[in-house]
């Protein structure tokens, strides 16, 4: 009992100990979330995911911390691609604005709207973020250079010649041997005059003003453009960036120094999604190849024309495309004639099953006819027919696979123990009981006569004749299973009832009729040859026309003689040949041709977008392809795909 106590109070201890680590842990974890929260509000995202993810980590099922993270996931990737379209407006901005055509000067004034829009929608979304300070001075001066370009596109045609005019004499005088750059300061101030706003002409200013204060520098700065610039033209990009940030590193403000690094840095990210796509192509090439060899052909259609979209003539994708149809064509006329063999094949497996009367083997055929071919009508009755002779069979006698097998077969041992020891009334008991259950079993009724004979010897003959006048009226009804069945019974019970042997033969005579066309008289079995010949002739000359006049002919032959086995296959054959031949398997719920074209379309163009660097109007259209297309993988998987790159 001692130790009984001593060991209710450790566990006691212990469970003090878990709750309160437990409540700890909560605590803690509530003051982070706290804290976590705190940060969020102030829109520092980094802090707040840090503690939120500590907070999961204590507590992984916490789904109101979950949600918080996917929250903030969210917000920082509406950031990321905001920035992203805004780089992209950036540089086309800043390309079109140092053009002299009023088209492309406007082109630039709405990009670089556009640019400063998403910049100031990204900032606010993540004002915190390092990358959108950094930025912050290439929105300044992209503000400054529309500004620059609305003043140029407000100017006459002479006073725009006049101001090019002027900028011209100002580069010249300061790329000549022995710059003058007091002269070039005056024509900078004088273009800024009429455009105050010039970004051209504010950097030559400011690199006037910094030459003549500081004669050293500058030298130093020309000597690194110089060298930056030939290395740059000799496409010796890593080369040249070192350069081009020395000049920084002397000029901050150089503006030339920092159009080129940008250049440098559009060449590289450029060949770097090149290398991309060219990865991407080989890898759906590489599909392509894979899915032809399986005969998945749509899906290798797919990853084909998704190589070419990203890389025009990439390798042989375009031959191999090219090539589908035949191939298409080729395996469907391969798998046709494969299930309509493996069809013709079961079906007759099922018939001879069935003539043979092992209709267990039969109805297995049968199923695995209809699960290859469910519109099978031949299969479906012949599945009907084999179930009802096997139901009879079961009735008969009850095997070891019936759920009732041990029930019938302990009143049988009873039955027939009850018999041996002469107690013949207790003996009928209990083949009644099964009679009861199956009434056409032989066994109960073979021993419920032959009881009978035994409690009433003296009247044996009645007994025996009223079974015989049973089996002579199905005889009578052309039911010669049942007749044979009963006059069996006598004969193991009377072995020399007078005229037993005749009738027993009869009624295998009637069944082996029945089995070969019951009533057909020689006129009626010519003319079945006759049709049937002419069907094998028409089917053999081939073409569509003549198959379905032959199938006409042995249908009228199975309709006269249903127990014609070779008319019965025939006809199954050629139905299922034209079933299956005319028409696709049905695989599901699937596409409309005008949803597949808008499919194809939209994943296309998605695929076009991407390879320009758009990634939102690839995103755009990979949904539309979900909306139509739920189930699409390549669509999904190319979004996510996406979504990853622009967030690293």
Known sequence: MVYKSKSIAIVSAMLMVTQFYSGLQSATVREMDRDAQAYFDKRDYNQAIGLWLSCLDMEPDNEKIQQKIEMVYEIKQR????????????????????????????????????????????????????????????????????????????????????????????????????????????????????????????????????????????????????????????????????????????????????????????????????????????????????????????????????????????????????????????????????????????????????????????????????????????????????????????????????????????????????????????????????????????????????????????NKDNVVATRIMEGRGYMDKKDFRNALRIFNIIKSIDRNYPGLDNLIAQANAGMKETAAGGDLTPADRAELNRRYDIGMNLYQMGGKDNIEKALAQFRWVVQKDPTNVKAVVTVNKIESQLRIGGAEADRGQMLTAKQRELVNKYYYNGINYYSNNNFQRAIEEWRKVLAIDPGNVKARNNIRKVLAFMER
């Open 79 to 458: 950031k990321d691609i905001s920035y992203q379209k805004a780089r992209l407006s950036y540089r086309i901005a800043r390309k079109k604005l140092k053009s002299d055509q009023d088209p492309e000067l406007e082109l630039g004034i709405t990009m670089g709207k556009g640019a400063i829009k998403d910049y100031i929608t990204a900032y606010k979304l993540d004002p915190n973020d390092n990358e959108m300070k950094d930025a912050l001075a290439d929105m300044k001066n992209l503000d400054n250079e529309i500004r620059a370009a609305e003043e140029r596109l407000r100017l006459s045609r002479a006073m725009r010649e006049k101001i090019e005019q002027l900028k011209t004499d100002a580069r010249t005088e300061m790329a000549a041997e022995y710059p003058d750059y007091e002269k070039a300061r005056k024509l900078w101030k004088e273009v800024l005059r009429y455009v105050p706003q010039d970004s051209e002409a504010l950097e030559g200013k400011r690199k006037c003003d910094f030459a003549i204060e500081n004669r050293i520098k500058f030298e130093k700065i020309r000597y690194y453009m110089a060298r930056g610039i030939e290395k740059f033209d000799k496409k010796d990009y890593p080369g040249a960036r070192p350069e081009f940030e020395e000049v920084l590193k002397v000029d901050p403000k150089h503006r030339e120094a920092r159009d080129y690094l940008e250049k440098i840095t559009e060449i590289i990210d450029e060949k770097m999604m090149y290398a991309q796509r060219q990865k991407q192509a080989e890898d759906s090439y590489q599909s392509g190849i894979n899915n032809i060899k399986n005969n998945r052909f749509d899906e290798a259609q797919q990853d084909l024309e998704t190589a070419l979209a990203l890389i025009k003539d990439y390798r042989d994708a375009r031959e191999r495309l090219r090539d589908l149809d035949r191939l298409r064509k080729e395996y469907k006329k391969r798998e046709q004639a494969l299930r309509l063999q493996r069809i013709n094949q079961k079906f007759q497996e099922g018939i001879m099953a069935y003539t043979q009367g092992k209709y267990k083997e039969a109805i297995d055929a049968f199923v695995a006819t209809l699960a290859m071919d469910n519109r099978n009508t031949q299969a479906r009755e012949y599945l009907r027919r084999a179930r009802d002779a096997q139901r009879i069979n079961e009735e008969e006698m009850v095997d070891e696979n019936s759920p009732y097998y041990d029930v019938v077969n302990s009143l049988i041992v009873a039955g027939r123990s009850l018999y041996d020891k002469g107690e013949y009334a207790g003996s009928r008991k209990k083949w009644d009981s099964i009679l009861n259950l199956f009434p056409k079993n032989k066994i109960a009724r073979e021993y419920i006569i032959k009881c009978d004979l035994m409690i009433n010897p003296e």
